[in-house]
């Protein structure tokens, strides 16, 4: 059971987004990473095979991270201050490998949105009402 999706700029300076599950853990974690250093943490929500799930990373500079599965916040921790987290996509995005670990994604992902700005829990929300049935989530 995998999944990733990345938005790393660069393999030689760490600024970027993991939103990814690995065995043996089968729990979402959200990952953000700047120059050397990075954070992560891992929702409260088990993951099962064959099975869709709405997964949402949201970060905010100098504030939080949290990761919502189903509509409902799974996960939140601060971010702190003083990281040097500017996303620059001058060497594109990638959606289901990274260049950090070596991992590739198995399975469907059907829909990936890559937003500017961190979603509230409300959008977040609003988003899973808006597949969850149409994924029979």
Request: proline share 4%.
């Amino acid at each position: 059971l995998s999944y990733c999706i990345c938005l790393i700029p660069s393999s030689e300076i760490q600024r970027c987004f993991i939103l990814r599950t690995y065995t043996p853990r089968p729990y979402p974690a959200f990952w953000y990473c700047w120059l050397s250093s990075y954070n992560s943490f891992t929702a409260n929500t088990l993951i099962n095979l064959n099975q869709y799930y709405h997964v949402v990373g949201v970060f905010k500079k100098d504030s939080y991270a949290k990761i919502y599965v189903n509509g409902v916040e799974a996960g939140t921790t601060t971010t702190g201050t003083g990281n040097n987290l500017v996303y620059d996509d001058s060497t594109g995005t990638r959606i289901g490998y990274g260049t950090i670990n070596t991992g590739r994604m198995v399975g469907n992902l059907p829909v990936a949105k890559i937003y500017n700005q961190a979603l509230t829990a409300e959008e977040v929300k609003q988003n899973y009402n808006a597949y969850k049935n149409r994924f029979g989530i």
